[in-house]
């Protein structure tokens, strides 16, 4: 059983005598209290034993790693594009869209299909650029034509 308990901290050559006021130490820190644990050691042992008290170390300087992950560059972003072809019926297209990209709505993969098919071509996603060339390999792997190209100015 763990439970808190706050000890009050004293002089490590203060000496308890019968008598002694509940302040055992003068000066700023006469009521200073320091949360320690303790474990019992079960009923009917009668003990309990003192762990010390956990402090955290602070270095000064050393950013968190919150500031640490913000710090850090990412890649920059590639599009996964989509060209129309002649060979594959617009509802294949829109089936393997679903398939292959995570998240893909019936009506975002319907519009992308029909601006690859007005166009010539279509962005399908926006991502890093392990996931395009994996995503732009998985549409090639369906029979669809399909490309990765750099994303200026970010999404």
Do not use: W
């Not at 949360?35 to 270095?59: D, I, S």
Request: proline share 7%; hydrophobic share 35%.
């Amino acid at each position: 059983m763990k439970s808190a308990i706050y000890g009050r901290i004293v002089s490590p050559n203060h000496v308890f005598k019968p008598g002694d006021t509940n302040s055992f130490c003068k000066g700023p820190y006469f009521n200073l209290y320091v949360p320690m644990a303790v474990l019992a050691t079960g009923p009917g042992n009668g003990g309990a034993l003192l762990e010390k008290p956990v402090v955290e170390k602070v270095y000064p300087g050393r950013e968190s790693e919150f500031d640490l992950k913000k710090s850090r560059k990412t890649a920059p972003p590639y599009r996964v594009i989509l060209h129309n072809d002649n060979f594959n019926k617009r509802e294949y297209v829109v089936q393997v869209l679903m398939k292959v990209i995570p998240g893909m709505t019936l009506d975002n993969a319907f519009n992308i299909m029909q601006e690859a098919h007005y166009n010539g071509l279509s962005v399908v996603i926006i991502c890093a650029q392990a996931d395009a060339e994996d995503h732009c390999m998985q549409l090639r792997g369906n029979g669809l034509l399909s490309s990765i190209e750099p994303a200026s100015g970010g999404c």
